[in-house]
């Protein structure tokens, strides 16, 4: 039987004090152990995109979640599939930026030669916390003369204020 968007949302698990006391962490793996539930939540993020009413040109998915369902949104979309990796994770040139995490510097890249100059592209990830690895990769795309519609994500924790870091509009099926 076809998933609902709400029984997709049902499947994310809730597992308190993890991975260190005081966080409440939020399971989205259980939603990859029923190929129907998956079906149902790419599908309902190509409707979001396909909702922009505009020419998107590629999915750029974010180590490493964003792996999981950027290639199937793309491949629904008809578009190319961009990954963002950690550094020194790619083969030949590339284009990276420093950023800020909770505990220090990090480092994401792109293969030069992923996005061309005016294409448009979704960023998407499983989770948008903070914001700043979501905007590290809006700064690759500029990077690379693209434009970014939208940045996706099945969860949009609302506390930690994420979307104030980012430039593009924001989608969260769950905001927590």
């Known amino acids: 039987m076809p998933y609902t968007i709400e029984q997709v949302k049902a499947l994310v698990r809730e597992f308190p004090d993890f991975p260190s006391e005081g966080i409440l962490?939020?399971?989205?793996?259980?939603?990859?152990?029923?190929?129907?539930?998956?079906?149902c939540l790419v599908g309902h993020f190509v409707e979001r995109v396909v909702g922009l009413g505009q020419r998107v040109?590629?999915?750029?998915g974010l180590d490493a979640r964003g792996f999981l369902f950027g290639p199937l949104i793309a491949q629904q979309l008809g578009v190319a599939f961009v990954p963002v990796r950690k550094g020194g994770k790619l083969p030949g040139n590339v284009v990276r930026v420093t950023y800020q995490k909770e505990y220090g510097p990090d480092v994401f890249e792109m293969q030069a030669d992923a996005i061309e100059a005016g294409q448009t592209v979704v960023i998407v990830d499983d989770l948008l916390a903070t914001g700043g690895s979501c905007r590290a990769a809006e700064e690759l795309v500029a990077k690379l003369h693209g434009r970014v519609a939208l940045n996706a994500f099945v969860i949009s924790l609302e506390g930690l204020e994420g979307r104030k870091q980012l430039k593009a509009p924001v989608y969260a099926l769950l905001e927590c």
């Open 57 to 60: 040109d590629a999915v750029v």
């Open 25 to 39: 962490f939020r399971d989205i793996f259980p939603i990859f152990r029923e190929p129907e539930a998956v079906e």
